[in-house]
């Protein structure tokens, strides 16, 4: 009998009709000339909003006129002084000039208002939009054009030094959310007519501004045309920050390691800039994203080129080891302690022996215990607000340490381990990257636990394997190691002298290699100052010019 039972009928709701489904209704309509029936339309649209104002006015004593706009996006002096003041009080040089209503819009944009962003509209969702954003509107009766004009004012913090890429010797300058003062922060440190700035808007609700940044003649005309192809794919309600672009755009998300690299940094950015990379800004991010990355850029920081080649170098080589440290240093001791305990000294292994006499577990379980533990405590001490955070961080590594090893949990030397390994991650200046670190750190202490050093040995070759077989908006995400770069491998493990890289690394194909002009300098030449030890000459640099046998091979 059920094969005849009589389906239930679904009743089709009807869909509720949103403001912003009404706007898009009326896409592309113009709006009407009688000044009521825009009203009616505007208030139709926007409902009841508490800062929506209407006020209505006489344009010179004599044209039926009404300013909309948001009172909580606009710079009400800049309305009152601005626009009108000059449109209800005429202006002397127009007085006794005949109006009339067909030629009053091109009279007040030109002889009126004293605004610089005074432009018509026409269509309604196109002006509904611009006052969403902080426009004012002027609607004037018998006309079916309109006027709307720039008057945003929205609250900013003040530029600040970056809270996450802090440096000892370099500016003090971050960006901040609003994205006109981020791009006036790299076009003040690129005053050239080669720097671009395209923009579009992304999200169907939050209509994000994002801003693809690149200096002409120097990207390639490839990557840039594949970023805004990414870009103009996303189709999302809301875009907030830089990172809802990364996910849309890197091209494996799936992988541990970030294939774009987010800085709130405006000498970082234009520093990949002039190298040919392209920045990404989006309205509301204190965060710029570059593209393409490789992965040598995350343990570099913006330092290493503002000091000496030589302190530059050492700092790179210390971060580089720490990185490596805190990859596979736990998984070596669980190695070493399980597996190969014959390879550590006689009297330290003893010790370690005696530390972990205690202990009711295997090393792998007790690392692991701990490193959980260490992730905990750190995730807490980023949450919580400053004041307590910092007590947090010693009282968890002091208090809760020391009362693991007395309670026979841990052993001291496990202990130990994880403190220098969390140190070495720190040392990590890019914090996706070493987030990735972090994450990979757990499978190759499982394989450690399990087959001792050649599980380390299996893991390791997993990651870089993985890492070759990246790619970052087509560029090869080991580059300048594989493939091979010899101008790169400059910039690698140390930080060449600046005159050692005259040209722009080739993996990233920029359109314009050259980046260091070798001049002459004859005051210097002619008064013989210094022993210049780029010039290879023994006199101190008294005879020939001032090209190195270095240059002349690069070039």
């Given amino acids: 009998m059920s094969l005849f039972r009589k389906k239930k009928r679904t009743v089709k709701k009807p869909q509720l009709l949103t403001p912003s489904k009404l706007v898009s209704k009326k896409a592309n309509t113009p709006t009407s000339s009688s ?73 007040i944009l030109t002889e009126t208002l004293y605004h610089s962003e005074a432009m018509v509209g026409e269509s309604i969702d196109e002006l509904i939009e611009l006052m969403l954003r902080g426009e004012t509107v002027i609607f004037i009766d018998g006309i079916e054009e309109a006027i709307h004009i720039g008057t945003r004012k929205v609250e900013k913090r003040a530029i600040d030094q970056p809270q996450t890429e802090q440096v000892i010797i370099g500016p003090r300058e971050g960006f901040i959310e609003s994205i006109a003062t981020n791009i006036a922060l790299l076009r003040y440190r690129l005053p050239t007519p080669d720097f671009q700035v395209k923009t579009m808007k992304i999200g169907r609700l939050t209509k994000s501004t994002v801003a693809i940044c690149y200096l002409k003649g120097i990207a390639n005309e490839t990557v840039i045309k594949e970023v805004e ?19 849309f755009i890197e091209d494996n998300p799936f992988s541990p390691f970030p294939q774009t690299q987010t800085t709130e940094r405006p000498d970082k950015t234009v520093a990949n800039l002039i190298e040919g990379r392209v920045a990404i800004l989006v309205d509301g991010s204190p965060f710029s994203l570059l593209v393409p990355v490789v ?105 809760i340490g020391q009362a693991a090893v007395e309670a026979g949990l841990s052993s001291p030397i496990t202990v130990v381990v994880i403190a220098l390994t969390t140190i070495g991650s720190f040392a990590t200046p890019t914090y996706t990257a070493a987030f990735a670190l972090r994450m990979l750190r757990f499978p190759i202490m499982i394989l450690a636990g399990i087959f001792g050093l050649y599980g380390i040995m299996v ?29 790169g491998m400059k910039d690698v493990v140390i930080r060449s002298p600046l005159w050692w890289m005259p040209k722009r690394p080739d993996f990233l194909h920029p359109a314009n290699r050259s980046r260091l002009q070798e001049k002459d300098n004859k005051m210097l030449e002619d008064s013989k100052l210094g022993n210049d030890q780029r010039e290879g000459k023994s006199n101190g640099g008294s005879e020939g010019d001032y090209s190195t046998s270095s240059d002349n091979d690069l070039n």
């Fill in 35 to 107: 000044l009521t029936e825009t009203e009616k339309q505007i208030k139709e649209i926007l409902g009841n909003n508490e800062d929506l104002r209407i006020k209505h006015f006489k344009i010179f004593g004599k044209f039926s006129a009404a300013c909309v706009y948001f009172s909580s996006l606009v710079n009400k002096d800049s309305l009152n002084k601005d626009i009108l003041k000059p449109l209800m009080n005429e202006p002397d040089h127009l007085v006794g000039k005949e109006k009339p209503l067909t030629r009053l819009i091109d009279m």
């Fill in 229 to 247: 192809k990414r870009l103009s794919e996303i189709d999302i309600d809301a875009i907030l920050d830089v990172g809802y672009l990364e996910q």
């Fill in 295 to 399: 992965f040598n850029q995350f343990y570099q920081t913006t330092e290493d080129y503002s000091s000496r080649f030589l302190m530059g170098s050492f700092v790179r080589l210390a971060r580089i080891l720490a990185l490596v440290f805190s990859l596979i240093f736990p998984s070596l001791y669980v190695s070493l302690i399980s597996f190969n305990p014959e390879l550590l000294p006689t009297e330290f292994a003893v010790a370690v022996a005696g530390g972990r006499a205690g202990v009711p577990y295997p090393a792998v379980i007790e690392v692991l215990i701990i490193e959980v533990a260490m992730e905990i405590l750190r995730e807490a001490t980023v949450r919580l607000p400053k004041q307590v955070g910092g007590a947090l961080s010693i009282v968890g590594v002091l208090v």
């Fill in 459 to 487: 893991g390791v070759i997993f990651i870089f394997n993985h890492m070759l077989s990246l790619k970052s908006f087509g560029v090869p995400y080991m580059a300048p190691v594989s493939p091979e770069d010899y101008q």
